[in-house]
C-alpha cells in the first residue's frame, strides 16, 4: 500500500523519511555517535590489484580523514570518546571501520580489529565499510562468527556502489561489475547481516533519469540502509583535474535538493536513510563550497520536502 504524508509511520519520529537517527533511538531510545576509525587498510584499486589510482573521487586518506588518532582500535576509540567530553549524547556508540577497505587483510587481523572494537563495552556494534569484490569466504566466515559471538552487539556492511550505471562505474574505475555486488548482497542476507548501500548523486554525465534507476536498482536489493551522497571534489584527485579541466559541473544547492528529494520519493520506504549529504573536509575541499552548511542543507531539505509534500516512498511502485 502506497505512503500518504498524512499517516507516515510513528517511527519515522516526524521526518519525511526515515532516518538514522530515528532508526537508532527507536533502538536504543536515545541518541548513539559514530566514531570514524582508520585500521589502516590499503585497496585493490590502490595496491596495483586492480589499479594504483583509486577511484577518481577518492581523496589520499581513502574517505577516512574524519577518522581519529590512535596506535590501535581501542585507542581510537577513546580517542573518540574524549571528543565528546562531558557531553551528555547517549550511552552507545558505533564503531565505524572507515578508511579505505575494511575487509581487505587476512582474517586474523580483521577478527583482531572487530573484536577490539565489539569488547568495548560502550559500543552497540560496528560498521565496516568495503567493496563487494573484497568479501571472500574467509571473511564471510568471521562475519558469520563474529555475529554469533556477539549477539547483544550488531556487524553492519557498508557497500560502496555508486551508480547502477555500467557507463558511469567505469569512468570512476569502480573496478568492479553489478554481478558481484549482487553476489555481495546475497551473501550478507545468507548470514543475516544488515547492509548500507553507499550511493553518489551528481557524478559526471548522469541525469535524474539514470540516478532515478539506480535508487530502482537499489529497490530490488533490498539493503538495510543507503547512504546518498553529494559529490565532492576534492584536492589531490583525478575527479578534480576533470573538475579543473570543465568535463562537468558540480550541482547548486537546488539542483542537489532536487534530485535528493525525487530520490527519496522513489526509495521503498523500509530502507533506512543513513546519509543526505555528506561531510567534504574543508582544507582539501574544492567544490561545491555550499555543501559546507550541513545543518543548513538538512534545514532546506526538510522544509522543501513539507512545502511539495514528499516524503520516502511517495513513488515507490511494488511489483
Not at 45 to 51: A, C
Amino acid at each position: 500500500m502506497a505512503l500518504s504524508s498524512a499517516m507516515l509511520p510513528a517511527e519515522w519520529l516526524g521526518r519525511p523519511y526515515y532516518a538514522l537517527d530515528a532508526y537508532l533511538k527507536n533502538t536504543y531510545g536515545h541518541k548513539c555517535y559514530k566514531i570514524a576509525l582508520d585500521a589502516h587498510m590499503t585497496c585493490p584499486n590502490r595496491d596495483g590489484t586492480l589499479d594504483e589510482r583509486g577511484c577518481i573521487f577518492c581523496s589520499a586518506g581513502g574517505s577516512g580523514e574524519f577518522a581519529v588518532s590512535g596506535s590501535d582500535i581501542q585507542a581510537q576509540l577513546e580517542a573518540g570518546l574524549a571528543l565528546f567530553g562531558d557531553k551528555q549524547v547517549g550511552q552507545h556508540y558505533i564503531a565505524y571501520f572507515q578508511a579505505y577497505t575494511n575487509t581487505y587483510a587476512p582474517p586474523h587481523r580483521l577478527r583482531s580489529l572487530y573484536v577490539s572494537a565489539l569488547e568495548h563495552p560502550l559500543v552497540c556494534g560496528i560498521s565496516i565499510a568495503t567493496r563487494p569484490d573484497c568479501l571472500p569466504e574467509p571473511v564471510l566466515e568471521l562475519l558469520e562468527e563474529l555475529r554469533g559471538a556477539y549477539p547483544d552487539k550488531f556487524i553492519w556492511v557498508e557497500l560502496g556502489l555508486q551508480t547502477a550505471q555500467e557507463e558511469t562505474a567505469l569512468l570512476i574505475r569502480r573496478g568492479y561489475e553489478l554481478p558481484c555486488f549482487e553476489n555481495a548482497m546475497e551473501n550478507m542476507r545468507r548470514l543475516g547481516i544488515p547492509v548500507i548501500v553507499h550511493v553518489i548523486l551528481g557524478l559526471p554525465g548522469e541525469t535524474l533519469a539514470e540516478i532515478l534507476k539506480t535508487i530502482d536498482y537499489l529497490n530490488t536489493q533490498q539493503p538495510f540502509g543507503v547512504k546518498l551522497q553529494l559529490l565532492h571534489v576534492l584536492e589531490g584527485t583525478d575527479l578534480a583535474q576533470l573538475y579543473r579541466d570543465g568535463f562537468f559541473c558540480v550541482l547548486d544547492k537546488e539542483e542537489y535538493l532536487e534530485i535528493l528529494v525525487r530520490c527519496l520519493e522513489h526509495l521503498s520506504p523500509d530502507i533506512v536513510v543513513h546519509r543526505v549529504t555528506g561531510d567534504g573536509p574543508k582544507e582539501i575541499l574544492i567544490a561545491p563550497t555550499w555543501s559546507r552548511d550541513k545543518r543548513g542543507v538538512l534545514n532546506s531539505l526538510h522544509r522543501k520536502m513539507r512545502v511539495e509534500n514528499a516524503f520516502q516512498g511517495k513513488h515507490y511502485q511494488t511489483e
